[in-house]
């Protein structure tokens, strides 16, 4: 059917105008369009319920529904597309601006589904796009279950004053980083004591700079400032936790003499304030 080809090339056009989407999760998003049993459907529309849980609308006359799962058509393309319109919605702002600010990432990705195969025939009704536009839509969720590195993935669920709640992709925040770990796509991980990460989207521990020698801080740091002197009488390397020099160091009985004040600046410093 040519009109899903154009459909289909137009998103993968759309996707190739964004920048930073390609990464292992959008290919991940692929595979599991093609794989299965498949983590989120295939949903067809012969369905009861999605796989949010949404009532399925019947359609306004009985058609045959089998045309639509024959192996002429190559519908996981479509799923593929959803992933693209997800990765894309979370990271472009391009689209950001062509939808309502409060949809979620999730939405987006569905609504551009439902946009991209509408259609009007005679019947009312057309099986072939109706598979596509759902193809589309598990693909949307298969992306929201493999979250993109550097960000988490609030997941969907049924609610009951509209389709779902949730379903948004968001940057971790500073001080936190996220790998390719699809057990774990809700969360980001702290950055460890001892280091920090000003900055978004961290994708994994390397991603946390360390503090410079002796000194430290605690974890989830978001900034250098964060990292504070050692104690007197204690040291560090770069990224590790302040130790006494010598068991005589950090003495609680051992404090400077009024002779050795100006070792009070000296790093690292023998003894205790």
Not at 25 to 54: K, W, Y
Not at 61 to 74: G, I, M, N, Q
Not at 164 to 169: E, I, L, R, V
Request: proline share 8%; hydrophobic share 25%.
């Amino acid at each position: 059917m040519p009109s899903l080809l154009l459909r289909y090339l137009g998103g993968l056009l759309l996707f190739n105008t964004a920048t930073g989407t390609a990464n292992v999760s959008f290919q991940q998003c692929h595979d599991d369009c093609r794989e299965l049993p498949r983590i989120v459907g295939p949903t067809r529309p012969s369905d009861e319920m999605d796989a949010l849980g949404n009532p399925i609308p019947r359609p306004t006359r009985s058609y045959p529904y089998h045309v639509a799962s024959t192996e002429k058509y190559d519908f996981p393309r479509f799923c593929e597309l959803g992933c693209t319109y997800f990765f894309i919605s979370s990271g472009a702002s391009m689209l950001r601006s062509l939808w309502q600010s409060d949809k979620s990432t999730l939405q987006i990705c569905m609504d551009q589904c439902d946009d991209n195969f509408r259609y009007n025939v005679t019947v009312g009704y057309n099986d072939v796009l109706e598979t596509a536009r759902y193809e589309c839509r598990d693909g949307c969720q298969i992306g929201l279950l493999r979250c993109q590195p550097g960000y988490y993935c609030v997941q969907a669920s049924p609610s009951e004053t509209k389709s779902h709640s949730g379903g948004d992709m968001l940057p971790c925040p500073a001080g936190t980083f996220r790998g390719v770990a699809y057990d774990q796509v809700q969360d980001c991980v702290p950055c460890p004591p001892n280091h920090f990460r000003e900055d978004v989207k961290g994708k994994s521990l390397s991603s946390c700079s360390k503090c410079p020698a002796n000194t430290s801080s605690r974890q989830r740091s978001i900034s250098i400032k964060d990292c504070l002197r050692c104690p007197a009488g204690t040291m560090s390397s770069a990224g590790t936790s302040c130790k006494c020099i010598t068991p005589q160091a950090c003495d609680a009985n051992q404090l400077p003499f009024p002779a050795d004040a100006e070792k009070k600046d000296s790093v690292p410093y023998i003894g205790r304030w």
